[in-house]
């Protein structure tokens, strides 16, 4: 009996150190929005970095967070206040602009936070930046459209670009490499006009571009990408459409030729890598690769979706 | 008199104020939310979440104080929104070349009170229908904030103005962020202007009857541009609230807001059909509206879920507003419908 009676307080004792050591972490991924197809791949790069620390014994508490109505500043840092006030001990930031969330991270380092950037970067220090290298992206998007035109017999005539707004970093770095891609060349690139990234808009805008003849038309995210490739399919114009990002509906615009090509960014490495770097931060450990870590992109054009069956349902 | 009957006394003044009826459903239906909220995650109600939501009920309490005054006159105003990115943009711009943030404040808000001049002009004097003169007056403030800075975002405004931003969003007094005890401050105030002044009263007046106003010889040209002008410095004041989070001009700040500000005032008891409603029920709309977005972003709700509460919320309120004033609750037709007699107090 005496033996038994020890025997099962050693039981409990070995289950209540199991208990007591039980690691658990509260972190979040917040984005520009919660709807673009981009960030729902980051959030699944999330998801699976956070089932494979589950089968390990380690317990995230993973919350997405973002603008509900869009990319908005204040609304993104009222999110970076949330999860704060819902004691996250690290967040997964794309930081909407350069500037606008400085002093929101700032005040919430102090307060023993852990910041990591995926995609998009803030004008602050972080532990890591997960993201592509945009301006090198945005120039492979330009010397893609500049080989079809030259191909094509076309060396002069006027380029639209249909960018997000002035605001966002990363679409903006894109453009400054689309453009330095025709430095020295005959092409005009035309005024950008600005989107909101969303398809509608951005539709309108390509539609517009495509009224006053131009030859090649930049799409440089997600929705612009979708709203480039609708206007050129629907006019049945021979314009080059070159875009960014990767969708179900951009792959079928590039499939059916209405698209070039776009430069697939990797959303789901970016949270799935950020994912682990933060945890192993939490953990007392280092980040989980280079702190400029380059998730880069891949050229895909109708030749590549066919390779890699990427329509397959 | 027996302590019954005075309490009796006392329930029933209370009751009797106009408006009160429906601010104390609502705060029953935020305390219920609340719970709801906290049942779901006891985060909500935590010190820090509790400090956060009052930052952000506080934009809403101030914008829903100007269009609360304008609803009152049986008006709306719809420039709300862009006079904020409009105060954002000048403010922004003005500190990005080096001038005193403080300086700035002030001059910020001249252009914002121009926006709401042009308003009560164009309701009052050109008598322009509100939804009208208040649309244009939209886009040509969205169209300033534009203007501006040459069709850009500004640069941050620097470490200057620390102390500014701090006073506006970042610092905290009692614990409590500076911008609730702001939004309290300018509550407070034009309470008083609209429950104790002559103003006050000519505002409930021109709401709940124009022609009866105007044979009384209430100024009604001058009472709905005072009305304008108080939603106009509201949403100046958010603006410079806006850029101090930020640390930058957005040229798309504020955009909706005019709509926080008709649910903030709508779900608060005062009515769209004028000449009904305390600002002490824009503490519990704002209250309700702030505590909403919070609370199913802390539940982790899915985006969709959250615009589909919010908007439901937001038509109930509207509807029970429509219902009680036309009388459909009133005693006589309860009975007709049940054939009970409903005893008198």
Not at chain 1, 105 to 110: D, E, G, S, T, V
Not at chain 2, 182 to 202: K, Q
Not at chain 2, 277 to 288: H, K, R, W
Not at chain 2, 307 to 321: C, Q
């Amino acid at each position: 009996m005496k033996k038994l009676i020890a025997l099962s307080l050693l039981l409990v004792m070995v289950v209540g150190s199991f208990a007591a050591v039980a690691e658990e972490y509260t972190i979040y991924l917040i984005t520009m929005d919660l709807m673009d197809q981009h960030w729902v791949n980051v959030d699944a790069g999330c998801k699976a970095a956070v089932e494979e620390f589950a089968a390990k014994g380690v317990t995230v508490n993973y919350k997405w967070d973002a603008p509900t109505q869009g990319k908005n500043d204040a609304a993104q840092i009222e999110s970076i206040n949330n999860a704060f006030a819902n004691n996250a001990q690290a967040i997964l930031l794309a930081s909407n602009g350069p500037d606008t969330q400085v002093a929101t991270i700032q005040q919430y380092q102090k307060e023993g936070v852990k910041f990591i950037y995926v995609d998009s970067p803030a004008n602050t220090e972080a532990l890591q930046t997960l993201a592509t290298d945009n301006t090198a992206a945005g120039n492979t998007a330009g010397l893609e459209m500049l080989k079809k035109l030259t191909a094509d017999g076309v060396t002069e005539g006027k380029i639209g670009i249909v960018n997000v707004n002035a605001a966002t970093t990363s679409t903006q770095h894109r453009e400054t490499g689309f453009r330095a891609a025709f430095e020295g060349t005959k092409f005009e690139i035309l005024e950008t006009q600005y989107g909101e990234g969303q398809v509608a808009p951005s539709q309108t805008i390509a539609e517009n571009f495509i009224t006053q003849g131009v030859v090649g038309i930049f799409g440089c995210n997600e929705g612009s990408t979708t709203g480039t490739g609708n206007a050129i399919k629907e006019a049945k114009s021979a314009v080059v459409g070159v875009g960014f990002d990767k969708s179900d509906a951009i792959l079928q615009l590039v499939f059916d030729g209405a698209l070039l090509c776009t430069m697939a960014q990797n959303p789901y490495v970016m949270g799935y890598q950020g994912m682990l770097s933060a945890v192993s931060i939490l953990q007392g450990g280092e980040i989980v690769g280079d702190k400029n870590y380059d998730t880069g992109v891949t050229v895909v054009d109708k030749a590549f979706i066919e390779t890699n069956n990427l329509l397959a349902k | 008199m027996t302590q019954d009957a005075r309490k009796k006394g006392w329930y029933r003044r209370l009751f009797a104020v106009r408006g009160m009826g429906q601010i104390i459903t609502v705060f029953f239906g935020l305390i219920a939310l609340c719970i709801a909220f906290y049942l779901a995650n006891p985060n909500f109600l935590s010190q820090r979440n509790v400090a956060n939501l009052l930052r952000q009920i506080a934009p809403y309490l101030i914008i829903g104080i100007g269009q609360g005054y304008v609803l009152i006159t049986g008006n709306i105003d719809l420039s709300i929104g862009s006079v904020i990115g409009m105060s954002t943009m000048i403010s922004a711009t003005m500190m990005t070349r080096g001038m005193d943030p403080w300086m700035v404040s002030l001059i910020t808000l001249l252009p914002c009170l121009s926006i709401g001049l042009l308003n009560g002009f164009l309701v009052a004097t050109c008598k322009l229908p509100p939804f009208i003169g208040t649309l244009g007056t939209m886009t040509i403030a969205r169209g300033v904030a534009q203007l501006v800075n040459g069709n850009m975002n500004t640069d941050a405004i620097g470490t200057a103005s620390e102390t500014w931003r701090n006073f506006f969003y970042y610092g905290k007094s009692l614990g409590v962020y500076n911008t609730f005890w702001l939004a309290l401050v300018i509550w407070f105030c034009f309470n008083y202007l609209l429950s104790r002044t002559r103003t006050g009263r000519h505002i409930y007046a021109v709401g709940s009857n124009v022609e009866a106003s105007k044979l009384s010889g209430v100024n009604v040209a001058k009472t709905i541009r005072s009305a304008y002008l108080v939603s106009a410095f509201c949403a100046g004041v958010v603006g410079l609230i806006t850029c101090a989070q930020a640390g930058m001009g957005s040229m798309d700040a504020g955009t909706g807001y005019e709509l926080y500000a008709v649910a903030a005032s709508v779900i608060g008891g005062i009515s769209t059909l004028g000449g009904q409603g305390i600002l002490l029920g824009e503490i519990v709309g704002a209250s309700v509206w702030g505590a909403m977005y919070n609370g199913l972003s802390i539940m982790g709700a899915p985006v969709a879920w959250r615009n589909i509460v919010v908007g439901i919320i937001v038509v109930l309120s509207v509807l029970t507003d429509v219902v009680f004033r036309s009388g459909a609750l009133n005693r006589a037709r309860i009975r007709a419908a049940f054939g009970k007699k409903i005893s008198t107090p």
